[in-house]
């Protein structure tokens, strides 16, 4: 009898999380890494470095896509800020196998409500409990599909709306078709109290257009996970969902850089060029 892989128990379009376990894997074995992730070997398993392998563009440099790296500093930096205003809600949209549980520092009395497909969130509970690892703050987890109605399972998990929060989703809008994705952010506006801090990467349309990023989506397609949703005015998308943009970050500006960017900024209003945004937002006052 032949024994399933990572792959086989997550599901067709959740294995890109197995892939990105195996980047941030392989930026916590840098002597020089970003940040720590000594959990993410045991979820990327056998079948994520493959993967990473398999998505890797051919024109990208043997150290892998840098901006992976630098996208998770970000998101961290992101939360120890948000966290140190206060609030101890926090909602992971689209969590997958981010592992900020057990590998961040958590003030006291924080809930963190993870929200992803069953199989993967299920997959991520069964391998870190085998291992003994704990979570470093209370997790709720919402066994639900972005791409539906998901605000009932968070009401019924505990989640406060009149009290202010932090969410975040890393890597996850582009995987929906435009119309969820746009859904998800004004969703999370009228569930938010004022104050409340939100953090979510995008991608520019020139993405789809540019020849040195075609191999790679069609090997996302051809997975069963198609990037879908891409917009040129970041800034103008999460402002139109309710939401106030604090900071709009590229990667090589000061703010999304970390010294590992090999290359200059991509140059405002190069929407040709593939482009990747960082958007940090606050619910108004």
Not at 13 to 26: G, I, N, Q, S, Y
Not at 55 to 69: C, K, V, W
Not at 125 to 135: F, K, Q, S, T
Request: glycine content about 10%.
């Amino acid at each position: 009898m032949s024994h399933a892989t990572e792959s086989d128990v997550v599901g067709a379009v959740a294995r890109t999380a197995l892939w990105t376990a195996a980047a941030r894997a392989r930026e916590h074995r840098r002597p020089d890494r970003l940040f720590s992730d000594p959990f993410a070997a045991l979820l990327a398993g056998t079948d994520g470095p493959a993967l990473l392998q398999h998505f890797h563009t051919p024109h990208a440099s043997r150290e892998g896509n840098p901006f992976l790296p630098i996208r998770t500093r970000w998101f961290d930096d992101f939360l120890a800020g948000a966290l140190a205003e206060g609030p101890r809600q926090v909602v992971a949209l689209g969590a997958g196998l981010d592992t900020r549980a057990f590998r961040c520092s958590w003030p006291e009395g924080t809930v963190l409500f993870e929200i992803d497909q069953p199989e993967l969130l299920r997959y991520k509970e069964r391998v870190l409990g085998e291992h003994g690892v704990a979570a470093g703050c209370e997790r709720r987890l919402l066994e639900v599909d972005l791409a539906g109605d998901w605000t009932p399972a968070l009401r019924a998990a505990g989640y406060r709306p009149a009290e202010p929060s932090v969410w975040f989703a890393e890597g996850v809008l582009f995987y929906l078709p435009p119309e969820a994705a746009v859904a998800v952010l004004g969703t999370a506006a009228v569930m938010a109290a004022r104050g409340t801090r939100l953090a979510v990467d995008l991608i520019g349309t020139g993405v789809f257009r540019f020849p040195y990023t075609r191999v790679f989506l069609e090997r996302l397609a051809a997975a069963g996970s198609p990037w879908q949703f891409g917009t040129d005015d970041p800034a103008g998308v999460v402002a139109a969902s309710g939401w106030d943009v604090v900071r709009l970050d590229e990667p090589g500006r000061p703010g999304a850089d970390y010294g590992r960017w090999p290359a200059p900024a991509t140059a405002r209003g190069s929407d040709g060029l593939p482009r990747s945004f960082l958007v940090s937002a606050r619910r108004p006052e």
